[in-house]
């Protein structure tokens, strides 16, 4: 599976985004998509996921500021993100899991895409 993620750039605090991530093959066939962000200096974490059966699952920090959705026939995933604040500036990348046979996982990655929030 190849990932294309795009959308991010520079936002004032309080601003929104809409990150994209196309990816090569269906996306229903992907039991779980989802956006991990990475800001310098610490470890990449999850953001937001969306499993192929509609669950979804947010960091604790978000607050209710974003949403993960997806658009199957574009085969691609989005995270829209409001209320930005400075601490979300990170790179955020598009993750892809698929099970395979016993507890088997391939997992993919895309390109990251910056965000920066600062006035």
């Known amino acids: 599976v190849q990932l294309q993620a795009s959308g991010g750039g520079l936002v004032q605090p309080g601003g929104s985004l809409r990150l994209s991530c196309a990816a090569s093959?269906?996306?229903?066939?992907?039991?779980?998509m989802g956006w991990y962000r990475q800001a310098p200096g610490k470890v990449r974490k999850l953001v937001a996921s969306?499993?192929?059966?509609?669950?979804?699952n947010y960091a604790d920090s978000l607050e209710g500021r974003f949403t993960i959705s997806r658009d199957n026939a574009e085969n691609t995933v989005f995270l829209q993100m409001n209320s930005l604040k400075p601490e979300d500036t990170a790179v955020y990348y598009c993750?892809?899991?698929?099970?395979?046979?016993?507890?088997?996982?391939?997992?993919?990655w895309g390109q990251g895409t910056q965000v920066t929030v600062s006035s």
């Open positions: 969306l499993s192929s059966g509609g669950l979804t």
């Open positions: 093959e269906s996306i229903l066939s992907i039991d779980l």
């Open positions: 993750n892809a899991v698929r099970n395979g046979k016993g507890w088997t996982r391939y997992t993919y």
